[in-house]
């Protein structure tokens, strides 16, 4: 099972990206799907999260400037960022809880690699 992002890159100030992840592998069921970020000498933080029921949720910084969302379909998710800020900057990771097959009905913690945005004031 691999996750992998992309959709990163340079913008400026006000500016959109979106970002997608997609899991691959051999995969019974994807849980929690998350998208976090970690700035140069920060450490790394939550910034979305969606659920398997499509409950989602937000860090105080990016409500209403960023939405994620999934298909379930593609075994994809997604985030949809708006007017972005150079406090944006960061590395984004995507996170996911997936069950693998052979399922033994037990999730494991999956990372994708990183994709970088930048944002120029």
């Known amino acids: 099972v691999q996750l992998q992002a992309c959709g990163g890159g340079l913008v400026q100030a006000g500016g959109s990206l979106r970002l997608s992840c997609v899991a691959y592998g051999s995969i019974f069921k994807i849980n929690g799907m998350n998208w976090f970020r970690q700035a140069p000498g920060k450490q790394r933080e939550l910034v979305a999260g969606i659920t398997s029921g499509g409950t989602t949720s937000y860090a105080d910084s990016v409500k209403g400037r960023f939405t994620i969302s999934r298909d379930f379909a593609k075994k994809t998710m997604y985030l949809q960022m708006n007017s972005l800020k150079p406090e944006d900057t960061a590395v984004y990771y995507c996170?996911?809880?997936?069950?693998?097959?052979?399922?033994?009905?037990?999730?494991?913690?999956?990372w994708g690699q990183g994709t970088q945005v930048t944002v120029s004031s």
């Open positions: 996170h996911a809880d997936i069950v693998p097959l052979p399922s033994s009905l037990l999730q494991s913690s999956y």
